[in-house]
């Protein structure tokens, strides 16, 4: 049997200026960071011919087409030859649609385990455009890199997507003080509400690829908030950085009308009243976490504690996709 596990996300600068409509015009940058918690899977030779899924819900097919799962089947399709036998079975710390990456996590870590079953090696940028191979290529995903490229990367890494699609990977070189003010005083509540990201990201795709003027200039704004974040983080500004992500949830609402709601906009407006110096919702937006940068840690856990809303605590992952047992 082997198994794999691939970090989830947060995105700390410069999201949304990884999907293809926006950088293959205009270059995109955002900074990620992978957390400590992951989305695992196993996968295992049955005794038996066939294919066995088991994620939140059961699969038995005999050939590959027949499979209901897209990345499953299209990661098998890729990969898969002769005859399937094969069981996968994929768990998560946090469920699906909350905002994290899951779906880029997931998509590296089956790919992992599937080279690894076969004893082939695969490199994490590799890895990475494989899996946006087959959610943005293939399934025709309106999502970006970033999620693919931070699971199987891992650590707090500097994107840039060039027009060609090609990325380059550095890591945001910041001290160990600044890691730690991050991890201490990065606070990340769960709203209650899930959702897909599919149709803000749809919105987005499609106002940008028809030179939305809004939507362009917003994106632009957001790049550069991404790349003072990065300068801000360098320089050990931590305070200044959580201000900026005020700045920078501000602008991510003028997206789409779908990026917030009244009770999250309530949340938000209770957290900077209550020790946070800013903060913002993670993901494409309409649910999930919502990330702050508190200044006074313990005032804002207990009002948000109040409000109902449970803390997820983390730290950084330093390791990105990754076989932990063989």
């Known amino acids: ?25 205009h ?34 097919a005999d050939q590959v087409d027949q499979v209901e799962h897209p990345i499953i089947r299209e990661a098998l ?44 090696m695969i490199d994490p940028k590799d890895l990475a455009e494989l899996a946006c191979r087959i959610e943005i290529d293939i399934l025709g995903e309106p999502v970006g890199k970033q999620d693919q490229y931070i699971a199987a990367c891992g650590g707090i890494t500097c994107f840039t997507f060039n027009p060609d699609g090609s990325v380059d990977v550095q890591p945001l070189e910041i001290d ?16 209650g509400f899930s959702r897909s990201a599919g149709s803000i990201l749809k919105d987005q795709k499609d106002r940008t690829q028809s030179q939305d003027a809004a939507m362009v200039a917003n994106l632009h704004y957001v790049k550069e908030l991404g790349l003072r974040s990065k300068d ?9 950085f959580g201000a900026l992500m005020h700045e920078h949830w501000e602008h991510k609402k003028k997206r789409s009308s779908g990026m917030s709601m009244a009770e999250i906009d309530e949340w938000y407006e209770l957290g900077r009243k209550n020790g946070a110096i800013g ?9 999930g976490f919502l990330l702050f940068y508190a200044e006074d840690r313990n005032r804002l856990r207990h009002a948000m504690a109040r ?20």
């Open 1 to 25: 049997m082997i198994t794999t596990r691939s970090p989830l996300r947060i995105s700390l600068g410069g999201g949304g200026t990884d999907l293809p409509s926006y950088y293959r015009d």
């Open 27 to 60: 270059g995109g940058f955002l900074i990620a960071g992978a957390i400590d918690r992951f989305v695992y899977v196993n996968v295992l030779r049955p005794f038996t011919p066939g294919i066995f899924l088991k994620y939140s819900k059961f699969e038995r």
């Open 77 to 120: 399709r890729l990969i898969e030859t002769g005859r399937p036998q094969v069981e996968i079975t994929a768990l998560a710390d946090i469920p699906a649609g909350t905002g994290l990456g899951s779906s880029g996590s997931f998509t590296t870590a089956l790919l992992k385990a599937l080279y690894a079953q076969r004893m082939r």
């Open 176 to 191: 160990r003080d600044t890691r730690f003010d991050l991890e201490d005083n990065l606070l990340m509540f769960f709203t």
């Open 232 to 240: 801000m983080l360098m320089q050990g500004r931590a305070a200044d």
């Open 279 to 287: 903060g913002k919702l993670v993901g494409a937006g309409g649910g």
């Open 307 to 326: 409000a109902g809303l449970e803390e997820v605590r983390f730290r950084f992952e330093l390791e990105g996709t990754k076989v932990v047992l063989s």
